[in-house]
């Protein structure tokens, strides 16, 4: 549709990591996957869950529903609307679940159904190259903060 482009962009431009992601999220991940390491938890689902509940989650959907945190925009309800379906579609990408739609569907969540096995990979490939790239955050984090508040 008209904003499927759109929606796909900033999907891809949340999740990419053609440049190396932040070191603030490279160490929180490394931090996270060492915890479970540490605490013998071998379910890879946790971890995700968990990577998903503090970055995705917690930053991202927030933005995504309320972009006059960041932009200087009136947001209307019929706008609102429309971002709380966007909202609820990279929440629903970012679960390990699998997506299950029928009849009995609410509207928003058939409006996405189609791209949201796209997106899913899209969120497990973000994680995956954010594993590979970790290693050696802990000096590179502690570099930056010593650089930071030197």
């Avoid at 503090?54 to 309800?77: G, Y």
């Avoid at 609820?88 to 928003?108: A, L, Y």
Wanted: a negative charge; hydrophobic letters at 40%; charged letters at 25%.
């Amino acid at each position: 549709g008209t904003l499927q482009k759109f929606v796909d962009d900033v999907f891809v431009a949340i999740l990419n990591t053609k440049n190396p992601p932040p070191i603030a999220v490279r160490f929180f991940f490394d931090f996270l996957d060492d915890l479970s390491e540490k605490h013998g938890i071998d379910d890879p689902e946790t971890v995700h869950i968990w990577k998903t509940n503090s970055l995705p989650l917690r930053f991202w959907v927030n933005i995504l529903k309320n972009p006059q945190f960041v932009f200087d925009v009136q947001v209307t309800d019929s706008m609102d609307a429309v971002l709380s379906v966007i909202a609820q579609t990279f929440i629903d990408s970012c679960t390990t679940s699998e997506h299950k739609v029928g009849r009995d569907s609410p509207v928003n969540k058939l409006l996405y159904a189609r791209e949201i096995p796209r997106y899913k990979q899209l969120v497990e490939r973000y994680y995956s190259d954010i594993h590979s790239a970790a290693s050696g955050c802990y000096q590179e984090m502690n570099s930056t903060l010593t650089e930071l508040s030197g």
